[in-house]
Structure formats: C-alpha cells, structure tokens
C-alpha cells in the first residue's frame, strides 16, 4: 500500500473517531436535515485543515454527505430545510448550506434565489464557503 493511501486512511479513522462527540453535539440528528434514525457519519467539511478538527466536521446522512460530493439532487422542494440550516450557528453547517443552495439557485431554484438575497454571512463564514 502507498504511503498516501495509509495516510489517508489513518485520517478517516481520526474523524470518525469524533463520532461520539458529534452524536453528542447533534443529538444524534442530521446536522443538516435533522433527519434522527438513520446512520450519521462525521463527515469533515472542505476545505480540511493538515490535522482533522471536530469543529470542522458534521454529523451527516447519507443524502446531506452525498450533497457536498455531488450537489444537491432530486425535487428541489426535498432540500427546502437549508432554507432555516443557512441561519445555523454551527459554522460548518450554515457553510454547507449556502453552498449547497448556491447550487440550487445556480439551477434557477427560486426559493433557493430567495434566500440568498436575505442572507448575511460573518466574514470568516463567507470566507469558508468561497475557499471550496
């Protein structure tokens, strides 16, 4: 096996390790949807940081981790709960958000347009979001 490969390996086992604390700060709930009863994985939020962070993680379903990988699919109206996750106060949650309902306004979504154009972003926040 390659050096690469172990060390990613060794990366996925240290964010997952977070899992317990996620679960905790979640309430083993979707950071995102608030989906509760399905599997949640801890999933970190690009760009990572050289060492994992659990403040740069979220606890996810399937569906909200498959969304940063690939965009938001399906019935726009499935995905209206990022209407109320971009006003979050967990930074990485309300970062996924605006990007993920960038991508739906992108796509003339017009709920999604309309949230964008009330939305105010911290500095730092908006630094995140534009640094994928």
């Not at 690009?46 to 969304?67: G, M, S, T």
């Not at 499935?78 to 996750?85: C, K, N, P, S």
């Amino acid at each position: 096996m390659s050096k690469s490969y172990l060390k990613h390996q060794e990366r996925l086992n240290e964010v997952r390790g977070f899992g317990r604390a996620l679960a905790r700060r979640s309430r083993s709930s979707c950071e995102l949807c608030g989906v509760t009863g399905e599997r949640l994985d801890p999933v970190e939020i690009p760009p990572v940081p050289e060492e994992p962070d659990p403040e740069r993680c979220l606890f996810l379903c399937d569906r909200c981790a498959a969304a940063i990988e690939r965009g938001p699919t399906g019935d726009p109206n499935g995905w209206r709960f990022l209407e109320t996750a971009v006003w979050s106060e967990l930074e990485p949650a309300q970062v996924v958000a605006v990007r993920l309902t960038r991508q739906l306004s992108e796509e003339d979504v017009a709920w999604a347009r309309e949230v964008l154009e009330g939305l105010y972003l911290a500095p730092e926040v908006e630094a995140w979001v534009d640094a994928s």
